[in-house]
């Protein structure tokens, strides 16, 4: 017999269902058992009675969290035991056969959450596979998934191409600390796990692609903060030729507006357009370039939206005396603020712009640099000499020689977004596995010594 989802069990009454899933709770009533038992799609209580004696034998040695297969009639309960607060309250399974495909230990947390309190970070981790089956959790991670896909559906349909780009690459200077990978072939030398596909995305703009997007994994060798994950984030990255900022924001408001209506109605944006502020008017105004502007910021569901436009090339100088973006170094400045470079650098507005959400950063992008010589000059003013420049940055210098095609783009970091739009308090939380404030995988326990070989082969000696 083919299973059936508990959830469509609805659609069988009358009839013998075959239904598995797992033990939420059982208990013995006079000569009966009742087990409610639950799959991905709901719950259901089953009955058995003594007219399936070895049947009901069998029951008695049901627990939680065991893993079960039953057969039997679905039935409409009386009316005065309808479960009001389940679509499948108003049913019942009268069992024919039972099978326990799997016995479980007592968990270490309760998995039907019977309490709001929650167990600790570090034992929920240790055991997310359980903490991610609780339904919560489990109702998250399958409207990530959801809200992926709408991404990825809504940027095909407006042109976009979806690419990979390398995960193994090359360590450059873009601000954060690289996570290094030993090459075996190649003794001393290394690749870095990419902070952002950036420069992957701008040489496919060379390519001819004009409008690309992926969801990238990027690393960044930083202390985790809640709002900041350790190691590993996901961005919606996405870079297209012959646009504006204007265009870039219109799309990235008209993206989130639509999936918010779409998978969290419940939710509001409290001013569309999104505001477009000014760097320097948030910053007189509200002190911060991430303004929070709620009205009621005890409001789960007020989602307050806004980008921040003509930032300052640079914010600061660096400690070796040089200028740093605050950005990146392939932001472009404004056309009539380049002869700036040479005399005033700070004061040079530049093509950035940033997304804001209740008081969050969730994404920033820029029209780029294409001039050589504007490259050439941010190089310089970042304390990039002429050949540092051309061994670390050499690819992207000599693919613009080719006719490389005006092209921006923008990246929002979708576990920072999806930590607003879950109402979780840390990004670790809407990621499956996630590591702790200290950046360690309890689960699997990473990250771990590894055997000498291991290193005798990648040239490594450790101090
Ligand atoms: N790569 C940039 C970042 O990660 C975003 C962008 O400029 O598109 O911040």
């Known amino acids: 017999m083919k299973r059936t989802l508990i959830h469509d069990s609805a659609t069988h009454i009358g009839r013998e269902v075959r239904i598995n899933g797992w033990v939420n709770a059982t208990r013995r009533m006079g000569k009966m058992v009742f087990t409610d038992v639950r799959d991905i799609s709901g719950v259901v209580q089953v ?36 479960k009001k607060d389940s679509p499948t309250g108003s049913l019942e399974i009268l069992a024919k056969d039972l099978h326990i495909l799997a016995e479980s230990k007592t968990p270490p947390f309760e998995i039907i959450e019977t309490s709001k309190e929650e167990p600790s970070e570090e034992v929920r981790y240790k055991y997310r596979y359980l903490d991610l089956r ?22 095909h349909a407006r042109g976009f191409t979806e690419v990979e780009t390398p995960i193994l690459a090359k360590s450059t200077p873009e601000g954060a600390r690289d996570y290094l990978v030993p090459s075996r072939a190649f003794p001393g030398k290394f690749y870095a796990l990419p902070q952002s596909p950036q420069q992957y995305k701008q040489l496919l703009m060379v390519a001819g692609l004009e409008k690309y997007f992926q969801i990238a994994p990027c690393f960044r060798d930083e202390d985790a903060r809640s709002d900041r994950a350790p190691d590993q984030f996901y961005q919606l990255d996405l870079e297209m030729s012959f646009t ?4 870039i924001l219109a799309l990235t408001e008209e993206l989130f507006t639509a999936l918010i209506k779409e998978l969290f109605p419940q ?65 472009a400045p404004k056309e009539a603020d ?16 940033d997304v804001v959400l209740n008081g969050y950063e969730v994404g920033g992008g820029s029209i780029r640099i294409t001039n050589p010589k504007i490259q050439e000059k941010i190089f310089e003013l970042v304390g990039i000499s002429k050949g540092d420049a051309r061994t670390q940055f050499g690819h992207m210098l000599e693919a613009f020689e080719y006719g490389v095609p005006p092209h921006g783009g923008i990246a929002p970091g979708i576990d920072r977004l999806f930590m607003i739009l879950f109402g979780e308090s840390s990004v670790r939380e809407v990621v499956a596995f996630p590591k702790t404030a ?23 000696s450790t101090k």
């Open 338 to 353: 380049v002869p700036l470079l040479d005399s005033d650098p700070f004061k040079a507005k530049s093509w950035q712009h």
């Open 438 to 460: 200290d950046n360690r995988e309890i689960m699997t326990g990473s990250p771990s010594e590894v055997a000498d070989q291991q290193l005798e082969d990648l040239h490594i």
């Open 47 to 82: 009955v058995f009675t003594p007219e399936n004696a070895d049947v009901l034998e069998r029951a008695q040695a049901l627990r939680p969290e065991f893993v079960v297969e039953v057969v039997g009639m679905v039935n409409q309960r009386p009316e005065k035991l309808v």
């Open 134 to 155: 609780r339904q919560r959790k489990q109702r998250m991670i399958i409207s990530r998934s959801k809200a992926i896909k709408f991404i990825r559906d809504f940027l």
């Open 244 to 247: 504006s900022q204007d265009e």
């Open 267 to 331: 939710k509001k944006i409290m001013t569309s357009p999104w505001p477009r502020l000014t760097h320097a008017e948030v910053m007189e105004k509200y002190g911060t370039d991430k303004p929070d502007l709620r009205k009621n910021k005890n409001d789960p569901d007020e989602l307050a939206f806004c980008f921040v436009v003509d930032w300052p090339l640079f914010e600061q100088t660096k400690e070796d005396g040089h200028y740093a973006p605050a950005h990146h170094m392939f932001t």
